[in-house]
């Protein structure tokens, strides 16, 4: 009996992103996997009784995109009880508390008011203790910054958590304290704010966040996304995963980034002999991860000079950052999780931050030599030419937080001054010197959209059009290959995804026009018409 195509795309421009850019009108799909490609009357020829036949009516059309290190466990994690206090839903400081206000008003006495994605520097900066407890009516309140480093809290939340006002700080972490009374302002920075994050999550459950995770793939699928790389995923997150795949119906591939936080995970692997690569083509291990370095838009991230521009209140004088992680320590960690066969990947933000997770992975390879070894910076954002050399001379992959060019770029400028965007994810630097730099948008800490950081690495400006030094601009065949093959690539997974070719899996999506021939500034507003996961439909129609 003859096997025919359960589907044809057929009539488009399919951009495939193999190593040659070759351009196809069609292809087709069997059991999930793309057995053809070629013109509209050679795939035709093809088609029987049962295939379905789409016809893209010109449309441009790319492999799914691949975001290779973003949170979608905990944005899932708050959907149901947590409160969006993001520049979009809060228009500055009153409103912020105004919604507070009247969100607590319903609450019990030992209720939590929890907000996230809270910017302070597009919403009137952070509020105060007092103002939070004015607002809250006794009611216990924590909001966390969009980048997840910082939080600010109430009294009330102070108390739930057992923090007395002579307490000290916890390791790699700060309680903000006003320079004039020593009164805690309510800003907690790093580990401090890990505090409030458990309490809050302390009842969650893999269930609650697999029904959240299905919520978030449906709206990313919007975007065109296919395969998501889950950062610093914990226990209960990978089990959530392991849950929505027994179940079936998944519409994205998950790689699993296990979490350096959650103490013992990381260890356990290794005593499991669990390796990078274990799986399926829904559910994956990709490597291990640690955070020790932080956020330059909340102004912790490490850096070797320091930071410019207004201070928070309470900040230390001559801030240049902070790092979570003793340095033998780091080492040894990525020493033995190399060594066991998992990837190893370290977050570095600033020049001394990513120093510092290449003093590690170079202690790795030291200890293990092993060629293609794959270890990535996460975020790896100030790229000052020595340590462009080091990366390249060490093989690593510079796992880039192209998503914080658009949302954070003008934060990063504030914080930093202009003259450092000359160095600040430098991609058309990397590329020249052969250094591979995926992109991907840390999200919920940025938005999941790639079509608005891959405007911002084409354009090099900032959502309000700060300068981001055009010098560091590539094309858009280069930014879109960051998001797919490159992607993919960073995760071992290049053999089955992240470009359009025989055998890999049929992970498409159909855009409502070519980026290629758009002027750039509207690459920002290309919108995904179709997602295809595995051959089957599961955004638009």
């Given at each position: 009996m003859a096997l025919h195509p359960d589907l044809i795309l057929r009539n488009g421009r399919i951009a495939t992103l193999d190593a040659t850019g070759t351009i196809v009108q069609a292809l087709a799909v069997h059991g999930g996997r793309i057995v053809a490609r070629g013109r509209d009357d050679e795939i035709a020829t093809l088609?029987?009784?049962?295939?379905?036949?789409?016809?893209?009516?010109?449309?441009?059309?790319?492999?799914?995109?691949?975001d290779s290190h973003c949170h979608p466990d905990s944005y899932a994690a708050r959907l149901a009880?947590?409160?969006d206090v993001g520049p979009a839903a809060?228009?500055?400081?009153?409103?912020?508390?105004?919604?507070?206000?009247?969100?607590?008003?319903?609450?019990?006495?030992?209720?939590?008011?929890?907000?996230?994605?809270?910017?302070?520097?597009?919403?009137?900066?952070?509020?105060?203790?007092?103002?939070?407890?004015?607002?809250?009516?006794?009611?216990?309140?924590?909001?966390?910054?969009?980048?997840?480093?910082?939080?600010?809290?109430?009294?009330?939340?102070?108390?739930?958590?057992?923090?007395?006002?002579?307490?000290?700080?916890?390791?790699?972490?700060?309680?903000?304290?006003?320079?004039?009374?020593?009164?805690?302002?309510?800003l907690l920075r790093e580990t401090a704010t890990h505090i409030f994050l458990s309490e809050i999550h302390a009842g969650d459950t893999e269930q609650q966040i697999a029904g959240g995770l299905q919520k978030v793939f449906a709206d990313w699928n919007r975007y065109g996304i296919t395969s998501v790389y889950n950062s610093l995923a914990g226990a209960r997150s990978i089990r959530a995963y392991q849950l929505m795949e027994a179940a079936g119906g998944m519409t994205m591939r998950v790689g699993i980034i296990v979490s350096?936080?959650?103490?013992?995970?990381?260890?356990?692997?290794?005593?499991?002999?669990?390796?990078?690569?274990?799986?399926?083509?829904?559910?994956?291990?990709?490597?291990?991860?640690?955070?020790?370095?932080?956020?330059?838009?909340?102004?912790?991230?490490?850096?070797?000079?320091?930071?410019?521009?207004r201070k928070i209140e309470g900040e230390p004088d001559n801030n240049c950052g902070m790092l979570l992680y003793e340095g033998e320590d780091l080492k040894r960690r990525a020493i033995q999780a190399h060594g066991a066969g998992l990837q190893v990947m370290i977050e570095g933000l600033g020049d001394r931050g990513i120093d510092f997770a290449l003093d590690a992975i170079e202690a790795a390879l030291e200890?293990?030599?092993?060629?293609?070894?794959?270890?990535?910076?996460?975020?790896?954002?100030?790229?000052?030419?020595?340590i462009l050399e080091r990366i390249k001379r060490l093989g690593v992959v510079d796992s880039s937080a192209t998503g914080f060019m658009y949302d954070l770029g003008e934060g990063y400028i504030a914080n930093r001054g202009q003259a450092a965007m000359r160095w600040m994810w430098p991609h058309r630097s990397l590329i020249d010197a052969g250094i591979p730099a995926p992109g991907h948008s840390d999200a919920m800490v940025c938005q999941a959209n790639p079509f608005v950081a891959i405007w911002s690495m084409v354009n090099r400006k900032s959502d309000s059009g700060g300068d981001l030094d055009i010098r560091e601009a590539i094309t858009v065949?280069?930014?879109?290959?960051?998001?797919?093959?490159?992607g993919a690539w960073s995760g071992r997974e290049e053999t089955i995804k992240?470009?359009?070719?025989?055998?890999?899996?049929?992970d498409i999506a159909v855009l409502d026009r070519d980026p290629y021939t758009i002027?750039?500034?509207?690459?920002?507003?290309?919108?995904?018409?179709?997602?295809?996961v595995g051959g089957a439909l599961c955004h638009g129609g």
């Open positions: 088609a029987g009784p049962g295939t379905r036949v789409v016809d893209l009516a010109g449309r441009t059309a790319i492999p799914g995109i691949v009880r947590w409160h809060v228009d500055g400081r009153e409103a912020l508390l105004k919604t507070i206000a009247a969100a607590c008003r319903d609450l019990p006495a030992d209720g939590w008011f929890a907000g996230y994605r809270f910017n302070d520097h597009k919403s009137g900066g952070f509020p105060t203790r007092e103002e939070l407890d004015a607002a809250a009516g006794g009611r216990r309140v924590f909001i966390l910054r969009t980048d997840g480093h910082l939080g600010v809290a109430n009294s009330a939340a102070f108390q739930a958590c057992g923090i007395s006002d002579n307490a000290e700080d916890p390791p790699f972490g700060r309680f903000d304290r006003h320079p004039a009374t020593n009164r805690f302002t309510g350096g936080r959650d103490e013992g995970l990381v260890e356990s692997y290794i005593a499991a002999g669990i390796r990078s690569g274990f799986g399926s083509d829904w559910v994956r291990v990709i490597g291990v991860e640690w955070c020790p370095d932080c956020s330059t838009s909340g102004r912790t991230a490490a850096y070797y000079e320091p930071y410019v521009g200890a293990h030599p092993m060629p293609d070894h794959r270890m990535r910076v996460e975020h790896c954002c100030y790229v000052t030419p020595p065949d280069e930014a879109l290959r960051a998001y797919t093959i490159l992240g470009s359009l070719e025989v055998g890999k899996l049929a002027p750039p500034d509207e690459l920002r507003d290309l919108r995904v018409d179709m997602t295809f």
